[in-house]
Nanobody, 128 residues
């Protein structure tokens, strides 16, 4: 397993941007696929974006396409989530999740059960 630490959350106004980071340690970073999930107050945790272990595949929740971008830097062992044109409904705790993949599984999966390492979360609050 890897250990994950998220950062970059904060309080921003509507229309602004934030970049979240998720730093991994403890195992071979390039063997892992990563997702971002978020949990808003009173709601279930939901899939935001994912990137495959090779980085060749990415996917997003349909409602977020065009505003959010996921990327990875294997040298820095870091996953990023660039969020632009933020809206109050983006307010949530954002979690990074990692799952080890074999070389035939170079795709994104949006299911929490496919990930066994989770960060502690970082709060994003968007004010109107």
């Amino acid at each position: 397993q890897v250990q994950l630490v998220e950062s970059g959350g904060g309080l921003v106004h509507t229309g602004k941007s934030l970049r979240l980071s998720c730093i991994a340690s403890g195992s071979t970073f390039s063997d892992y696929a990563f997702d971002w999930f978020r949990e808003a107050p009173g709601k279930d945790r939901e899939f935001v974006a994912g990137i495959s272990y090779s980085g060749r595949s990415t996917d997003y929740d349909d409602s977020l396409k065009g505003r959010f971008t996921i990327s990875r830097d294997n040298r820095k062992k870091t996953i990023y989530l660039e969020m632009s044109n933020l809206k109050p409904e983006d307010t949530a705790v954002y979690y990074c999740a990692a799952g080890r993949r074999d070389y035939s599984s170079d795709y994104v999966t949006p299911f929490e059960s496919d990930f066994d390492s989770w960060g502690q979360g970082t709060q994003v609050t968007v004010s109107s």
